[in-house]
C-alpha cells in the first residue's frame, strides 16, 4: 500500500513527514512556523481532546521515500458525517498526479467510513491550488484569517485606556485565573460557556455545533497535559447570578520557545455586550508577561467573517498573517 501510518511511537516516521511539511510550507506558506517533530509526535498520540487525527507517509509505486504526508480527521463526538483532511505533497514532486491520488484516496475513506462530508483547505491567494480542488469537485465554503501580536510592538498606553474602558463596562464581574488541573466544579462551570464558541461564524460549510460536555473537558485537559503545554485560562463571573459569563485561554509549550497560541474566547449569549472579551484578553496578556516573560509572539485564527473578535484582537495589537480558504466537497 503507498500509505503508511505515522504512529507517534516512531521517531523516524514522525521525523520524515514534518520534514516534507516543513519543506512545503516555506514554498507555500513562508511566514508558519515550524512544525516540531516531537510535538508532532505528541499531537499524533493526544490530538486536542485525546481523539488524535491519523497521519500517512505517501509512497507511490514502492518510492524509498515519501512524496507526500495525508492528514485525515473523522470527528466521533460529533459531525459524524465529515472528513477533514490536509494533502501536502513535496514540492520536487507536485504535477505528477500524486496529489490527485491522495484526494481520490481521502474519498475512498470518506465512503468507506459513511462520511457525506469532506473539507480540504488551502490559501486563499494561492490560485493554482483552489483551482485544483474546484477541478476535484470541491467548492469554497468558508475562510480563516491568521494573525499574530507580536508584543514588543503593542501599544501599551492604548492597552491601558482600553482596559480601563472594558472594566467599566464589566462592572458586574470578577475575573478569577486558572491552571490545571482545573477543579471538577470549575470545569463544569465552564461547559456552557465553551460551548458559546458555536456561535461564532463558519461560512456555507456543512457542519453542526460541537458537542462540549464534562467528559470532554476533561479529555481536552487530559491532552493538553500529554502534550506538555502550559495553560492559562481566565473566566469573567457573573457578580450576582454567579454564573460564568466568558472565558479566555492560552497555550505554551516548551517545545516552541518564543510563542503561544491564543485558544478560544467565548463569551455566552446572555453576557454579551459588556466588552468581556476585550477585558479578558487585555488581562490574559498582563497575565502572560508575569507567567512567560519570555513570549514574544502569540498567535490567534478567526473566522474571517467574525468580525466583533477580529476588531477587538485588532485593537490589542494583532494584525493579519493570512486568509486561508476551505473548500467542501459533498458525497451524498
Do not use: C
Amino acid at each position: 500500500m503507498p500509505y503508511v501510518r505515522v504512529k507517534p511511537d516512531d521517531l523516524a516516521a514522525v521525523t520524515a513527514a514534518v520534514d516534507l511539511l516543513n519543506t512545503a510550507r516555506s514554498v507555500d506558506d513562508p511566514d508558519a512556523f515550524d512544525d516540531v517533530a516531537e510535538l508532532s509526535a505528541r499531537w499524533l498520540e493526544f490530538g486536542w481532546d485525546l481523539q488524535p487525527h491519523e497521519r500517512y507517509l505517501y509512497l507511490p509505486d514502492g518510492a524509498e521515500t515519501p512524496v507526500g504526508v495525508l492528514d485525515v480527521q473523522l470527528p466521533t463526538r460529533d459531525n459524524r458525517h465529515l472528513v477533514w483532511a490536509e494533502i501536502t505533497v513535496h514540492p520536487d514532486h507536485r504535477r505528477r498526479g500524486h496529489g490527485t491520488a491522495m484526494v481520490e484516496e481521502t474519498v475512498r475513506r470518506a465512503r468507506e467510513s459513511g462520511r457525506t462530508t469532506i473539507w480540504l483547505g488551502t490559501a486563499e491567494d494561492d490560485e493554482p491550488a483552489r483551482a485544483f480542488l474546484e477541478q476535484r469537485g470541491f467548492h469554497y465554503a468558508s475562510h480563516d484569517a491568521r494573525r499574530r501580536q507580536r508584543l514588543a510592538d503593542v501599544d501599551s498606553a492604548e492597552l491601558d485606556r482600553l482596559l480601563q474602558q472594558a472594566r467599566l463596562a464589566a462592572a458586574d464581574y470578577e475575573l478569577e485565573r486558572y491552571v490545571p488541573p482545573v477543579p471538577e466544579a470549575i470545569l463544569a462551570d465552564l461547559v456552557d460557556v465553551t460551548a458559546a464558541i458555536n456561535d461564532a461564524p463558519m461560512g456555507e460549510l456543512t457542519y453542526e455545533d460541537e458537542v462540549f460536555d464534562l467528559p470532554r473537558l476533561r479529555d481536552i485537559e487530559a491532552a493538553r497535559d500529554g502534550r506538555g503545554d502550559r495553560v492559562y485560562r481566565i473566566a469573567a463571573r457573573h457578580r450576582a447570578t454567579g454564573r460564568l459569563g466568558g472565558h479566555t485561554l492560552m497555550v505554551v509549550n516548551p517545545l516552541r520557545p518564543g510563542r503561544a497560541s491564543q485558544g478560544d474566547t467565548a463569551v455566552h449569549r446572555d453576557h454579551r455586550g459588556h466588552r468581556l472579551g476585550l477585558l479578558l484578553k487585555i488581562e490574559m496578556m498582563r497575565w502572560l508577561a508575569e507567567a512567560e516573560p519570555e513570549v514574544e509572539v502569540v498567535e490567534t485564527w478567526n473566522n474571517a467573517d467574525n468580525s466583533y473578535m477580529i476588531n477587538v484582537n485588532e485593537s490589542i495589537g494583532y494584525r493579519l498573517s493570512r486568509v486561508f480558504a476551505m473548500y467542501e466537497r459533498n458525497l451524498a
